[in-house]
């Protein structure tokens, strides 16, 4: 059986799914500590202007050395509207961005207070839309090293999706045209575009997304 570990991350990017469609099992770190500068509170998206980063803001900010399961969402921001906004100025033009909208859109409407709980919902929301089987399972106390049977994709942290490939554009994504094809950004991005194809898409592109990972984006 395959296993992987991973923190808990909201919307994770196409590398991640790739991983998680071949795994049996993903075990979910809620118990390791929050880290800044990492995805644990980001997802990226295209823009116009290149990739777009929106991050939930947190109650007492990006320092803290908490635990997943303990860190809490700064809710006094209107993020959810902020985020709901920008996906549907960005995406309501791509090819399935309406099939997907009215289910995606109470994500951005039900309050949440757990940063764990967000990001588990929207992990969820994405595994039923590509209807992947793999079992869950949560952490209780953190363990620095697992086994090599067990691939680990909590140190994986953002950067490549701050730089444009020139490489011809393996799916259609938004603002390509303008900025350059961005890699690794979240599934959404190909969702939207890729819509029941996407699990497809993802097989198909293995070994080019495999590159992507072996350069931590």
């Not at 979910?28 to 929050?34: K, L, N, S």
């Not at 588990?120 to 209807?131: C, D, G, P, V």
């Not at 953190?142 to 994709?153: F, I, S």
């Not at 979240?186 to 898409?201: D, R």
């Amino acid at each position: 059986m395959a296993f992987i570990v991973s923190s808990i991350v909201p919307f994770p990017n196409i590398a991640w799914w790739l991983q998680a469609s071949g795994a049996d099992k993903v075990l979910f770190d809620g118990a390791e500590h929050f880290e800044k500068m990492s995805y644990r509170n980001k997802y990226f998206i295209a823009g116009s202007n290149g990739s777009i980063q929106l991050s939930i803001p947190l109650e007492s900010g990006r320092e803290q050395r908490t635990p997943m399961n303990d860190v809490m969402i700064y809710n006094k921001e209107r993020w959810q509207t902020r985020h709901w906004r920008t996906l549907v100025c960005v995406y309501k033009r791509s090819p399935y961005f309406d099939h997907y909208e009215y289910e995606l859109q109470p994500l951005f409407e039900q309050p949440y207070t757990s940063l764990t709980a967000f990001n588990m919902a929207t992990i969820h929301w994405l595994k039923k839309q590509l209807r992947l089987q793999f079992e869950e399972a949560f952490t209780e106390n953190y363990v620095r090293h697992y086994d090599d049977a067990t691939a680990d994709l909590r140190s994986i942290k953002p950067g490549i999706e701050r730089s444009p490939l020139q490489i011809p554009e393996p799916y259609y994504q938004m603002f390509a045209d303008r900025s350059g094809f961005v890699p690794n950004l979240s599934m959404l991005g190909l969702l939207c575009t890729e819509g029941p194809h996407a699990m497809q898409w993802l097989k198909d592109n293995r070994s080019m997304l495999e590159s992507w990972m072996a350069k931590k984006g």
